[in-house]
């Protein structure tokens, strides 16, 4: 069980990198939305940019590590900061996505 459990996760990380493109990818994605947290104008667009990647880590931790809690803890929070920084201008998205007029600050 423990062997099957080992190689789920290298099989998962070694597929990403084989793609040749998309390890990369999403370190620079990552880089790119830490980057744009930092300045007022772009934080929000960072912060979306950012969720699906965060969740993706978490779920990594839910289901191929769970037997690393403090992985498991940090990545919680992790997910539970970004969605929160997401919900803060959930209104001001679903204006834009419906064509009302609002403006994300």
């Known amino acids: 069980a423990y062997a099957d459990h080992v190689?789920?996760?290298?099989?998962?990380?070694?597929?990403m990198k084989k793609t040749g493109y998309l390890w990369e990818l999403i370190g620079a994605l990552e880089l790119l939305g830490a980057l744009m947290l930092l300045w007022p104008r772009t934080h929000y667009a960072g912060a979306m940019l950012l969720w699906p990647i965060t969740l993706n880590v978490w779920l990594y931790h839910v289901v191929l590590e769970p037997e690393l809690q403090g992985e498991?803890?940090?990545?919680?929070?992790?997910?539970?900061?970004?969605t929160a920084l997401v919900l803060r201008q959930w209104r001001a998205l679903m204006s834009l996505m419906v064509g009302r007029k609002n403006s994300l600050s």
């Open 7 to 15: 190689e789920r996760k290298t099989a998962y990380l070694e597929g």
């Open 72 to 82: 498991l803890i940090f990545t919680s929070f992790m997910l539970a900061a970004n």
